[in-house]
Nanobody, 114 residues
Framework: QVQPVESGGGLVQPGGSLRLSCAVS????????MAWYRQAPGKQRDWVGT???????NYADSVKGRFTISRDNAKSTVYLQMNSLKAEDTAVYYC????????WGQGTQVTVSS
C-alpha cells in the first residue's frame, strides 16, 4: 500500500514558484501510477495531474503549462513543480496512487497571496 508524506508547501506571491515533494513508503513505488490532488477551502478534492510508471504525464486544464510532475523511483518520491502561481492555486495539496481513495497523507498547504 502507498503511504504518502507531502512537503514543500508555503506562502508565495502570485507569479512565484514552489516545488512540492511526496515521499512514499510501504510499496514498490516504481510500479504505481501517482497523482497530485488539491483541496481548496470549502471545496472538494480535485485532481491536478498524473505521472505514469513510464514517466508520461497529464494535467488538469487549470494547471497545464504551469505545473510539472516528475518522479524519482530511486527515492520513492514524486514532485510537483508549480510555476506562475495564481491565487486560485491556494489549496492543500496531496499525492496518492492514482485511483486510490484511502491512505491519504496530511497534505501540504500552498497559499498564493501578495
Amino acid at each position: 500500500q502507498v503511504q504518502p508524506v507531502e512537503s514543500g508547501g508555503g506562502l508565495v506571491q502570485p507569479g512565484g514558484s514552489l516545488r512540492l515533494s511526496c515521499a512514499v513508503s510501504g510499496s514498490i513505488f516504481r510500479f504505481y501510477h501517482m497523482a497530485w490532488y488539491r483541496q481548496a477551502p470549502g471545496k472538494q478534492r480535485d485532481w491536478v495531474g498524473t505521472i505514469f510508471t513510464g514517466g508520461s504525464t497529464n494535467y488538469a486544464d487549470s494547471v497545464k503549462g504551469r505545473f510539472t510532475i516528475s518522479r524519482d523511483n530511486a527515492k520513492s518520491t514524486v514532485y510537483l513543480q508549480m510555476n506562475s502561481l495564481k491565487a486560485e492555486d491556494t489549496a492543500v495539496y496531496y499525492c496518492n496512487e492514482l485511483g486510490r481513495d484511502s491512505n491519504w497523507g496530511q497534505g501540504t498547504q500552498v497559499t498564493v497571496s501578495s
